[in-house]
């Protein structure tokens, strides 16, 4: 009997056969990846492919039935995807949570102005995210905008090839001593984050803020009044990339957390007729503090129990749904951490994860004091780990330096429900970047664990 623990390197275990999936598995998440830069297009897309997988509507559904498979699209920024179990759903359901926004630029409310000959556009900050990396950069935006007589425009400029970019200059390094001689979180000003977005005016008349006015009136029907209270994000322009000579690598923006969302999907997909109900949840805002209708502390959660409850057969009531959430166990999964060998003072010696040794079990969110995290029960966490050894799911423990930094997720708040809770996170460098960086085989484990968890 084998008395310690000592971690595994998933590529060194892994069959030839688990290798090439690896691989598939890291080719279907570039398109996922790259057709999911907002959460708004994240929830597009992920409705999309569940559709094709035989999901539907739970609104258009007059029962639900074990094995059935059905969603629900709450204002297309918060969603869910379940597949209904052999027990009742009061006896619990098995989740899998995680948020579909990344850190990012917004436009704000009164986006566009002149200035030296130049149209820009003013942006603030979404999340917590280094200025610098935004700067010389090609960027991208994507929005929906509602027009004054009611009707709805998608806006999507810069993600193609053949696309004109945004961009936002830095000074030139000749003239930068200033900013050089100052830290790095004061070094970059938000308030000069601006979008170049035009140099030529059409006409002496005119002046260069209209050509932008011209070119959005006529390419989308929209005016300036209409941009006010539009949604409008703006987004690194790249795709998703291999990275490595040996291609084991994948770099791009939003890992955090469309890695976990990509992994929750997967697991949610290949749930047939589950012991009890599986339930993939894909929220937003955790980035600015997991609140609003389409964050994790939203009651949208009780509504869709409670409906689909009484779908399956269940009263909807306060009972049955507090019934629910005492039952149910779920995987709070993330994208972050990490053992960076160009910054090894960050990684704790003892408890720190190292990328390709599998998903990171946390029974606690790496924060100063546990401070807003939500702990896992020794109860809960052994039967995650027995369900992983008996399914050869690699996986290793973390936790953070203390008082050395730190993030929270949304595991808190459906602890708060009730739920027994862990959180689990992918390995990923330079978290809330612009472009971030995982190797394949972790991606691909998560995807394991997620669909072993949601079949038990």
């Known amino acids: 009997m084998d008395l310690s623990y000592t971690r595994k390197n998933i590529w060194n275990v892994a069959s030839a056969d688990k290798k090439r999936q690896i691989r598939e598995t890291a080719e279907a998440f570039k398109s996922f990846n790259d057709a999911s830069k907002t959460e708004r297009l994240c929830v597009k897309e992920l409705v999309r492919r569940a559709e094709e997988k035989g999901f539907r509507n739970l609104l258009h559904m007059q029962d639900v039935k074990p094995g059935d498979r059905v969603y629900y699209n709450d204002n297309g920024k918060l969603l869910y995807l379940a597949v209904a179990g052999c027990k009742a759903l009061t006896e ?231 019934q629910i959430q005492l039952n149910s166990s779920l995987l709070s999964l993330e994208a972050v951490c990490g053992f960076d060998p160009n910054y090894p003072e960050s990684h704790e010696k003892y408890n720190g994860s190292l990328l390709g040794h599998g998903l990171q079990l946390m029974k606690y969110a790496s924060r100063y004091g546990k401070i807003r995290t939500s702990e896992a029960s020794a109860e809960f966490f052994s039967i995650i780990k027995k369900l992983f050894n008996d399914h050869g799911v690699v996986w290793q423990p973390f936790a953070g330096k203390e008082n050395f930094g730190g993030f929270s997720t949304v595991a808190v708040d459906f602890a708060n429900m009730g739920m027994e809770t862990l959180d689990a996170a992918i390995c990923v460098l330079g978290a809330h970047s612009t472009y971030e960086f995982m190797l394949k085989s972790d991606l691909h484990e998560a995807c394991i664990a997620c669909s072993v968890y949601l079949n038990a």
Request: hydrophobic fraction near 40%; charged fraction near 25%; aromatic fraction near 10%.
């Open 92 to 322: 619990g359901a098995a989740l899998v949570v995680s948020h579909t926004d990344s850190p990012r630029l917004d436009l704000k409310i009164m986006p566009l102005y002149e200035e030296g000959g130049f149209a820009y556009l003013k942006t603030s900050l979404y999340g917590s995210a280094k200025l610098e990396k935004w700067t010389s950069t090609p960027l991208a935006m994507f929005g929906t905008v509602m027009r004054i007589d009611g009707s709805m425009v998608e806006i999507a400029e810069g993600q193609d090839e053949e696309d004109s970019v945004l961009f936002i200059t830095d000074a030139s390094l000749h003239y930068s001593q200033e900013q050089n001689e100052r830290k790095q979180g004061a070094a970059y000003d938000q308030e000069r984050m601006n979008l170049f977005a035009a140099s030529r005016a059409e006409s002496a008349e005119e002046t260069v803020k209209h050509t932008v006015l011209r070119y959005l009136y006529e390419k989308y029907g929209v005016t300036e009044e209409d941009l006010i209270g539009a949604d409008l994000e703006i987004v690194p322009a790249g795709r998703t990339r291999d990275a490595g000579f040996d291609r084991s690598a994948l770099c791009g923006y939003g890992f955090d957390d469309k890695a976990a969302v990509f992994a929750a999907m997967e697991g949610i997909f290949s749930c047939v007729e589950p012991k009890r109900t599986a339930i993939a949840v894909f929220c937003d805002k955790e980035e600015i503090g997991f609140c609003g209708r389409s964050g994790s502390q939203s009651r949208v959660t009780d509504y869709f129990l409670r409906l689909l409850a009484e779908k399956s057969g269940c009263a909807g009531d306060g009972i049955v749904l507090n």
